[in-house]
C-alpha cells in the first residue's frame, strides 16, 4: 500500500504569528514533504518494501550499508515531517511544561532553559542538512542528539523522538534566512506543542521505560 501526505493539524497560515509564514508551509508541507512520500513510493516494490510500516523501513534502512540510502533519505525525512508538523502548535511555546515533562527534564536534562541551549546547541552544530532530536533511550533518559540528513533515532537506534527540528535550510529561509539560531530559539520559545511532547513522553513510560 503506498504512502500519503499527512494533512497539516492546522491552517497553513496558522504558525505565521509565530514565526513561521504561511508560504514556508505551503512550500515545506506541499513540496518537500510530499516529494519525500513520491520518492519512497516509487522505491516501494523496487526495494522489497511492500506491507513493511514506515517505522520498520526507516530501523531497516538504518542497519543497511549504501544500498540502503536512497530508502533512508525518503522514509526517514517521511517519518521525520509527520512528527515535526505534530510537535508544533499555534498556540505553542511558553515555559510551562506538563507535570511528568518538566520532572524528566529537571532531572536528566537539567532544567528547561539548560534544555533550551543544549538542544539550540544541537540544531546549529549539525552542519548542513540534518535534525535536532529530544529521545528517550531504551532506560528511559531523556537525551539530546542530533542526524544528518534524512536519519533520526529510530534509523540510528538511539531511542524513541520525542521532539525534532528541521534544520535543513527549506525550514526557516524564507522567515530567518540564513539565521539558524533565531529559528531554533523561536521554534523553542513560541512554537513547541509541548502537551504532544508529553503525551508520546507518557506512551513511554507507560510502555515500561523507567528512569
Known sequence: ??????????????????????ETLELHHGKHHQAYVTALNGLIESKGLAGKSLEEIV????????????????????????????????????????????????????????????????????FGSGWAWLIQDASGKLKITKTPNGAN?????????LLGVDVWEHSYYLDFRNRRPDYLSNFLDKLVNWEFVASLLDKGLKSGQSA
Request: with cysteine; hydrophobic share 35%; aromatic share 8%.
Open 1 to 22: 500500500m503506498a504512502f500519503s501526505l499527512p494533512p497539516l493539524p492546522y491552517d497553513p497560515g496558522a504558525l505565521a504569528a509565530r514565526g513561521m509564514c504561511q
Open 59 to 126: 530501523a531497516q534502512a538504518g542497519k543497511g550499508g549504501a544500498d540502503s540510502q536512497p530508502v533512508l533519505n525518503q522514509a526517514g525525512q517521511h517519518w521525520n515531517h509527520i512528527l515535526f508538523w505534530q510537535v508544533m502548535s499555534p498556540d505553542g511555546g511558553g515555559d510551562k511544561l506538563p507535570g511528568a515533562l518538566q520532572t524528566k527534564v529537571d532531572s536528566d536534562l537539567g532544567g528547561l532553559q539548560k534544555f533550551k541551549d543544549d538542544f539550540k546547541a544541537a540544531g546549529v552544530g549539525q
Open 153 to 161: 533515532p529510530i534509523s540510528t537506534g538511539e531511542g524513541t523522538p
